[in-house]
């Protein structure tokens, strides 16, 4: 963010005005950067941001709303087999961590402005996201459905199967 | 926090941009340090609402039926509870407007009714908040006389039942004593006490009950606040509802408050719910507890009380118990259950719930085609004006058909719809505004139906249009029967041909009203509905025809040839 000033030692020197209040302007300047850098350093640990960068779906009902989720999922018969992140993040290792800054950016954002739809909607590409996470593990079952050409029409599997990840949900 | 005080004094005119650019980076450190601590303080406030917290600043007690103290401690049910005077689905809406006249819509009921007090005044249903008011002031009570039964479902009721328990057995019932205990053998002894009291004799108790407010004399909604007047007697003919504003005796006696008036009266209020000191849901209402209990004893499966099943694998050393043996899911719908269902509620017999052979509209029939009332005579609602016949007269059995239905099965409760989750912040907060689930499809539906709302709108349309199309059908059918058998007594038909006509005339009206006083148009069960439709069409064309038949020349005997099978094509003729 921003530049750590380059004198921050406030020198003893002869009172020259403009160096010295500059000087003690960078000092001051500095404190501030402290006081935010510090502060921004004890709201990331308050709100467990390291969790969100984890596997651990506990990290994902830190947000309230998605207690409901978890909750959910805690009952669907993949919950052996898939964390939230194993569903609603793509496995290409760049692809993953862009949808995970994106969602986490605008979940905070939602939920911290409390303008959100409810039910909470998937969004259009949420959903492709998760289409691709279903063929990750079943491509091999279902790649008669498939469409013959890469982008070509294809059934979403959650259209039927929508409890599978969330037990409950038609 | 940090601040810049930019300072200008230009002393070195070369120079001056210096100064306003360190003023605008301490600025935007000043922002940022600002927003992460508005970031801060939102997580905070989330993880606060998070606790659900609430502050009990006022203690409730079991006497605490007026609803006001418990709305300091637990302000969003509250808020929105007070809704329910909110009335979207009359076009009459209104504090004081009375909703509109069935009787004026669908004339048929008149007939149906004939002879019974609802033919003189029966209206659509509205908010909870009214259900005192509009018994208050119905014609049915007001020129017909009723028992005090009734209002085990449209007053907070249950500490008055405590206090005529007491009383009975000779203990100390001061107020005091009321709010500290629930004490069940008072609540049931009362219960039947206040069942066998004329409806305004009951009202009147209620009034002498402490309602946890001592000295405030305004209750939230309308009624309860004034003694009843005696209801009239019976008049040689009753008033037609006009569907005027009635002037009812609640309003007519207003000011008459005798020196006993201790509390006011309150229609369902927090306490019939909850527990007052753990806000635990509980079932208070006497009639369900025996009629739970009685249902378990049956064999009806049902599979939508898991609890209940339970309990009839187990040793069955006690009565099945909803406070003890119901997962909090169940209760959810039990405590509507309460309420909402078919009961008998007359003078002859204390209040109950007919569910000894199931909850089946079958199965309930049986049970009341096999009770005798305590004098011995056979089990009947009233005497049909136009026919004479014994018949049951079906209540709002809500209970019984959702319990037939794909949602009862599926486990979702009464209040999973009509009160969904709402959220405030980080807390959940299931609305107490209780209303058709159409108003909010949105949380009621949407939380576990991923379709559009047109879409679920247009399912809900379909099922409820195709039942109500029945329904009129029915009637149609209802309506000849009633015809048929009057044209037959009228030739001359003898009273024991006409007894087995009266049979299927009581089958068939039953069957009608069962589906037609049901508040859902047939939604929370829309197959059995139906099926209950057809089979009173059946039986009222079945009594229609006998009671033709009556009236028929006898037929000689058919000569006509029954023409064998040919093949497909006819034989050729050479």
């Known amino acids: ?170 | 926090m940090s601040s810049a005080a930019a300072k200008t004094p230009a002393t070195k005119p070369k120079r001056s941009r210096g100064p306003l650019l360190l003023a605008l980076l301490a600025a935007v450190v000043a922002l940022a340090t600002v927003g992460v601590a508005a970031l801060l303080i939102s997580i905070f406030e989330h993880k606060q609402e998070g606790r659900t917290p609430f502050v009990r600043l006022v203690d409730v007690k079991e006497t605490s039926t007026d609803p006001v103290p418990w709305g300091i401690n637990w302000p969003s049910q509250f808020d929105s509870y007070r809704r329910t005077v909110d009335d979207e689905e009359t076009e009459r809406g209104g504090s004081s407007a009375m909703p509109a006249s069935k009787l004026d819509e669908h004339p048929w009921l008149k007939r149906l009714y004939a002879g019974y007090a609802f033919s003189i005044d029966y209206r659509e249903a509205r908010g909870h908040a009214y259900m005192l008011y509009d018994q208050e002031v119905t014609d049915r009570v007001t020129q017909r006389p009723q028992s005090g039964a009734c209002l085990h479902c449209h007053a907070s009721i249950i500490p008055t039942y405590r206090r005529l328990g007491l009383e009975a057995e000779g203990k100390e019932a001061d107020a005091e004593t009321l709010a500290n205990d629930f004490n069940w053998p008072a609540v049931m002894e009362g219960f039947k006490l206040a069942s066998a009291m004329e409806y305004s004799a009951a009202h009147n108790e209620l009034l002498k009950t402490p309602d946890g407010t001592p000295g405030e004399k305004n209750p939230l909604f309308p009624g309860g606040n004034t003694p009843n007047t005696p209801a009239n007697p019976p008049a040689s003919e009753g008033k037609p509802s006009d569907g005027e504003d009635d002037v009812g005796t609640g309003e007519e006696a207003a000011g008459k408050v005798d020196e006993h008036h201790l509390g006011d009266a309150h229609p369902v209020a927090c306490i019939d719910c909850h527990d007052p000191k753990t806000m635990e849901l509980r079932i208070t209402r006497p009639g369900f507890i025996n009629g739970i209990a009685a249902l378990a004893e049956s064999d009806d499966p049902v599979p939508h009380m898991p609890s209940v099943e339970r309990w009839r694998k187990g040793n069955r050393q006690r009565p099945y118990d909803p406070n003890v043996d119901a997962s909090r899911q169940e209760k959810r719908s039990f405590v509507c259950g309460q309420c909402h269902v078919e009961y008998y509620c007359g003078p002859k017999e204390t209040l109950f719930f007919p569910w000894q052979n199931g909850l089946k509209i079958e199965q309930i029939e049986k049970t009341y085609d096999g009770h005798k009332f305590p004098d011995g005579e056979p089990f009947y609602d009233f005497v049909h004006g136009e026919t004479g016949a014994h018949v049951y007269k079906a209540q709002h059995p809500e209970f019984e058909m959702w319990s037939q239905g794909i949602h009862a099965r599926s486990g979702v409760s009464c209040a999973d719809c009509h009160m969904p989750y709402q959220r405030e912040g980080a807390m959940k907060v299931s609305s107490h505004w209780v209303r058709s689930p159409l108003l909010n499809t949105n949380n009621a539906c949407q939380t576990c139906h991923n379709v559009p709302e047109e879409e679920l709108r247009d399912k809900v349309a379909t099922i409820q249009g195709r039942t109500t199309a029945q329904i009129e059908r029915a009637a149609v059918a209802l309506t000849d029967m009633l015809d048929a058998i009057r044209d037959a007594e009228a030739a001359g038909a003898t009273e024991e041909e006409l007894g087995l006509i009266f049979e299927l005339q009581k089958k068939a009206a039953w069957r009608l009203d069962f589906v037609s006083s049901e508040n859902s148009k047939g939604f929370h069960a829309d197959q059995e509905a139906m099926r209950i439709l057809g089979e009173s069409i059946d039986y009222s064309r079945q009594a229609e025809a006998a009671a033709l038949r009556l009236r028929a020349p006898k037929a000689p005997e058919s000569t006509r040839e029954v023409v064998p099978v040919e093949g497909v094509t006819p034989a050729r003729k050479n």
């Open chain 1, 1 to 170: 963010m921003n530049e750590e000033p380059a004198e921050p030692e406030p020198q003893v020197a002869p009172p020259t005005a403009g160096r010295g209040i500059k000087g003690r302007f960078f000092a001051f300047l500095a404190v501030g950067v402290g006081v935010l850098a510090g502060l921004g350093l004890f709201t990331f640990g308050y709100g467990q941001g390291a969790s969100y960068l984890s596997n651990d779906p506990k990290g994902c009902v830190n947000c309230h709303v998605m207690q409901g989720h978890f909750d959910s999922w805690e009952q669907s018969s993949h919950r052996h087999v898939a964390v939230c992140n194993d569903c609603h993040l793509p496995h290409h290792p760049i692809g993953k961590w862009v949808t995970k800054a994106d969602n986490g950016f605008f979940h905070s954002l939602a939920f911290t402005l409390e303008n959100f739809h409810e039910p909470i909607q998937i969004k259009p590409r949420n959903r492709r996201v998760t289409q691709e996470a279903c063929l990750h593990c079943h491509a091999d079952l279902v790649h008669n459905l498939l469409p013959a050409e890469s982008g070509g029409d294809m059934l979403n599997c959650i259209h039927c199967h929508s409890d599978v990840g969330h037990a409950f949900k038609d």
